[in-house]
């Protein structure tokens, strides 16, 4: 098996002793009281995965597993809200208990999980290994204490529930502009952390979201979309460090916060950059300029109208501003054409479908169009960015190639000033298929209140 991500990193310099543990504090290596709540894991990458398990399967894995959870007396249980859905969850790795319960907004008390994930470490002699259950929506993770792995997992479990009820996901940033909601959509190295922060300074703007949207649709008497609603997403930011190389205030927001995987100098000195699986767990309140506490609060929307949707490429020879029909833009999402750029921790050129790498299915059923579950969340995601893009009119392409941050966010600040115009002549409807219709009405049949409570809990309500 390929070793790199499943081991320690030697940037890291962790002494043989320690070399067996999943996770470890950095003070153990420095010394220094001033990491004591830094967190190095031995996983920092995907291992191998199963998002096919039947129900006979993940009962056996559970059987042989839970010993080892039940017996651990750090287990803990912490169930979560993500977009309206309930995920249970059951752990005994204290860096994931640690960052989850500043991640994500807790889930009402005494509300049925909609979906259980069960993530177990020090299980002896077993590689990482990822396991989910579509028939009851029940994941298991063993020996991983890498939080990222945790987020992206739990991500894609929320898709599952609820892409039949009705809600979008975008893995993208969002931003509140005077009541207009603006939705970056980015390959990494492409300038979108750095726009979103000098954006986020512009006079009536506010911070969304930062990695992650939810996403609901309202509809006028003749099923035409006209309004999408985005719900933000986490409490706290889970940002990559290195960040602070493009916004130099970060490397003063970060110390103060939960760390991961952050190598040190000979000094003790935080390396933003050094590696490329460096996180922090962020208050966006401390990305938030001056003011008082309730001026701060203001900076932050919760919810916002999307108006205009922005993809960001760094390419030589382009126009900078582009204009995208409905129909184009669906089509360069669905073909997920990118280049890995600096900062990205891979090199060349890839596929990554709507820029999004958390759907729970395997990158080649998706690129090959095989399994139902993967037919399924490709005709949801062209459906449901059709019907967005039918509701801002398209979308905009936005080239940072050779351009200054300060030209790009102009050039976006323009974007931003013209008029909203819905796609009148543009029917997203050609996109639902006959699987998007049996799995809407399915889920509309079989589970209608527990539909109508995820509604609920998206929009704010406790249910």
Not at 303 to 324: D, N
Not at 382 to 393: I, K, P, Q
Not at 430 to 442: C, G, N
Request: proline share 6%; net charge neutral.
């Amino acid at each position: 098996m390929e070793k790199k991500g499943l081991e320690y990193d030697p940037i890291f310099k962790v002494p043989s002793a320690l070399q067996d543990k999943h996770e470890i504090s950095m003070r153990e290596i420095t010394g220094s009281p001033k990491h004591a709540s830094d967190v190095l894991t031995k996983v920092t990458a995907r291992g191998a995965s199963n998002y096919e398990t039947s129900k006979e399967e993940m009962e056996e894995l559970l059987r042989q597993y839970s010993p080892i959870l039940e017996k651990d007396p750090r287990r803990k249980r912490w169930d979560i809200m993500a977009g309206g859905a309930i995920i249970g969850g059951v752990t005994n790795s204290p860096n994931v208990q640690r960052m989850e319960s500043y991640n994500w907004p807790p889930a009402p008390p005494r509300v049925e999980p909609q979906a259980m994930f069960y993530l177990i470490i020090d299980v002896p002699n077993e590689p990482p290994h990822f396991w989910y259950c579509p028939e009851t929506r029940t994941a298991l993770s063993i020996n991983s204490s890498y939080y990222g792995e945790k987020k992206s997992r739990g991500l894609g479990i929320g898709m599952d529930i609820l892409q039949p009820m009705g809600i979008h996901s975008i893995h993208g940033s969002c931003l509140d502009v005077a009541g207009r909601g603006v939705v970056i959509i980015a390959p990494t190295g492409t300038g979108k952390s750095t726009l979103c922060a000098m954006l986020k300074d512009e006079p009536g703007a506010r911070i969304h979201s930062d990695d992650w949207i939810y996403v609901i649709f309202n509809y006028d008497e003749e099923g035409r979309p006209r309004l999408a609603t985005a719900r933000y997403s986490e409490l706290w930011y889970y940002m990559r460090t290195d960040t602070a190389l493009a916004q130099p205030a970060l490397s003063e927001v970060f110390p103060r916060c939960p760390i991961e995987n952050v190598p040190v100098d000979e000094k003790g000195s935080y390396m933003w950059g050094a590696f490329e699986n460096s996180r922090a767990m962020v208050n966006p309140l401390d990305m938030v300029n001056g003011g008082t506490a309730i001026e701060k609060q203001n900076k932050l929307a919760r919810f916002t109208s999307i108006e205009k949707v922005v993809f960001l490429r760094r390419e030589e020879g382009i126009q900078e501003i582009e204009r995208l029909s409905p129909e184009k833009a669906v089509h360069i999402l669905y073909e997920g054409k990118m280049r890995y750029l600096s900062g990205s921790g891979k090199k060349g050129a890839g596929i990554e479908r709507w820029l999004n790498p958390y759907v729970l299915v395997n990158k080649e059923n998706l690129s090959d169009h095989k399994g139902e579950r993967a037919l399924l969340n490709i005709d949801f995601q062209n459906y449901y960015f059709a019907t967005l893009f039918s509701v801002t009119g398209g979308a905009y392409y936005l080239n940072t190639a050779n351009r200054s941050p300060v030209e790009s966010i102009k050039a976006l600040k323009d974007i931003i000033a013209e008029p909203s115009s819905l796609a009148l002549h543009f029917d997203p409807h050609v996109y639902r298929t006959k699987r998007i219709e049996e799995s809407l009405e399915r889920c509309a049949k079989e589970k209608p209140s527990e539909v109508v409570a995820t509604t609920k809990r998206f929009m704010g309500a406790i249910y």
